[in-house]
Structures are given as C-alpha cells and as structure tokens.
C-alpha cells in the first residue's frame, strides 16, 4: 500500500527521546520544550513560542488569551479541517464561514468584507494544503476594521507569502505537528506571536491559569493544554530536518506536476505567484471529462493499493454547523478534491507508480 502521508523519523528523533527517558524529564518540565519553542518561533521569524498539546487547543488557547467569547464573531473559511470553527466554538463565540477563492483555494478577502458585522473581532485565515492565504489583503480588511488577524497555520510550516514565512504574517498564529504534518511530535501543536504580553497570557492559560509565584493560587478557570517533553524531543529533531523534509513534498509536487498534464480531466492545485507552497497535500480536482467521479476513483485507487482521501467537507455541511447558505466554490472543491499519497517518505518512483495508474484509469475501458 502507498500510503496517503508517513512521518520520516530517520534523524536524531530516538535519540533526543532516549534522552528524555534516561533523564526522567518525560512531563512538559524539560529542556526540549524551550528548544522546540525558541527554534521553531525562530525558524518561522516570530519571537515567542509557546508549545502545545495539539493544534487544536494551540488555536483555542489562543482565541481565549485574545479574550474572544460568547457574543462575538470569528470569520473563517468553511472549506477547513473541522478543528478551525471547533475551536472558535469552545470559546463560546460564533464561527461565520466565507467561501473560497478559486485561485488559491483560500478564504476570499471579498467574502470577509461582506461578512464583517459590529460583532466579528477575528478572521482566521487557513494556509489550506500548504498554499498560502493572501494576507495582505487581509491584513488591509483587519486594520480597517480593527481586527485581529489569525493565521491556522497547521497545514503549511515552512510555506512563504512574498517570500515571508507562514506564522509570522498575523497577530497571532498557530500550528499543528500531528503525525502527519510537515514535521510531528505525534501529537502537538504551538501557538507563534510577536505580542509578549499574548504570548505569556497563552503560557497562563496552558498551566491551569497557575499563578506566577504562588504555584495553587488560580485566579480563573486555565486549562491543561501543554506539550510533553517527549513530544517536544520528537519536534527538535524534526525541525533540524525541516527544510529536507518540506523538499521532498516540494520535488514530489513537481513530478506529481509534469505527469498530470498528460491526463486529461485532473487538474493540479492552483500556485499564486506570490506563493511557495509546501504541498502538504497534493491535492487534484477530479473533472468530468476523467470519466470517473472522484468518490469512484478513490475506491479504485484504494484496489490497487493507493492511500488517498477527499478533500474536507466545507464545514457548512457538517451536521453540527449546518447552514442552507451556498457557498459554490469550497462546495466544488469538497466535491471534486482527492489529495494523492503526499508524504516525507513518498518516492519518485511511488509518484510515478501513481501517475501510471491515474493514466491507465482515465482510457475507455480502464
Ligand atoms: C491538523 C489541523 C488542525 C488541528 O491540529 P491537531 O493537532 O490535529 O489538533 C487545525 N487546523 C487545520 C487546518 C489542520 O489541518
């Protein structure tokens, strides 16, 4: 079986958690918590780095630290992993979805303008399948309306907007570092700002709101969100791997590329030029004219032994969020959209394999 993503745990990843079991720092008390921390903020060209125990919580905490809560708005894409308006919930604000822009397959300035009311306080823009947003205009939308801009930046570490790194373009961003995202901690996640004060308040609010000084005193309800040091061990050795790692998605991408205009009916996902994705997902649109639809390919695929999955249901058609409002372009993507096997372990001639079989399926007859 290909499978649809794998980490790549071949550097100094058994070691560094060696390490954390030979000394006995295995809780979030431990020096490769800081060094996860301060290397990844680094990396991403923020200042402070405050690890988590997945990205999920990582965007909770956040929004609660800004002070978000029941009463106000939180504008995001609905075409999202289902943890971006989960999160926004938990808060006890409300999430109002926008549709997507077909040429980045991200939440569309134009439909944020139109969703604004006296209420909303946030927007979260989501770097989907690697690609980023386009934020300046967002960053324009937000200071016009005195916003705060939010990167959920969980699908695209490393990716850059006009050469700047996703994390570092909004208020606040956060991250995830589950199995299979760009670089793991097996579970994991961060949240990244340049706001000490938010920064300290998230750190707060990870450590069940724990006084500073007097470590029993809670003066509000906290919770337990923080990374272990094992987790953190995993994610140091990850990130010194990280521009190998991100390559391979990019090199894969490219073979994925140069094979597909070859066979009509898939297209390739959308590159702004303004944008270096690092194609967590490589995600193609499955057309009429393949002959196939895509929940029919992917069962084939899955015969002969290809790994894929769907694109995200646009969260609008979730029970739980159900709303009757269109949102036409996030509705075709989540109809149309099959991310192919895009892993750090996928090979060229895996990639090829892959092809050979998309190709072979789309004749009359195969
Ligand atoms: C993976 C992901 C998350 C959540 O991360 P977890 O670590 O799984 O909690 C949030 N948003 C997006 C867009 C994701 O892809």
Known sequence: MIPIAEPSLEGRELEYVTDCIQSGWVSSLGEYVKRF?????AYCGVRYGVATHNGTVALHQALAALGI??????????????????????????????????????????????AITPRTRAI??????????????????????GLTLIEDAAEAHGARYRGRRVGSLSDVAIFSFFGNKIITTGEGGMVLTDDSELAERCFFLENQARHKENPYWHPEIGYNYR??????????????????????????AAYYGRRLTDIAGLNPPPRA?????VYWMYTVLVEDE??????????????????????????HTLPMYHQ????????????????????????????????????????PGG
């Open 227 to 252: 990374m272990t040091n094992l987790q953190a061990a995993l994610g140091v050795a990850q990130l010194e791997r990280i521009e190998e790692l991100i390559a391979v998605r990019v090199r894969n």
């Open 273 to 277: 030029q303004w944008a270096e994705n």
């Open 324 to 363: 009757d409002q269109c949102f036409p372009v996030a509705e075709e993507l989540g109809r149309k959209g099959l991310n192919l096997p895009s892993g750090a372990t996928l090979t060229p001639e895996q990639v090829n394999l892959v092809c050979d079989v998309l190709a072979e399926m789309s004749q």
């Open 290 to 315: 393949y002959g196939m639809d895509r929940d029919t390919l992917m069962a084939r695929l899955r015969q002969r032994g290809i790994d894929t999955r769907p694109a995200f249901y646009p969260i």
């Open 124 to 145: 979260i823009a989501v770097h989907l399948y690697g690609h980023p947003a386009d934020m300046d205009s967002l960053r324009a939308l937000a200071d016009q309306h």
């Open 69 to 114: 809560g029941p009463g106000d708005e939180v504008i995001l894409p609905t075409l999202t992993f289902v943890a971006t308006a989960n999160a926004v919930v938990y808060t006890g604000a409300t999430p109002v979805f926008v549709d997507s822009e077909p040429h980045t397959w991200n939440i569309d300035p134009e439909a944020v303008t139109q």
């Open 37 to 41: 921390e301060q290397g990844f903020a």
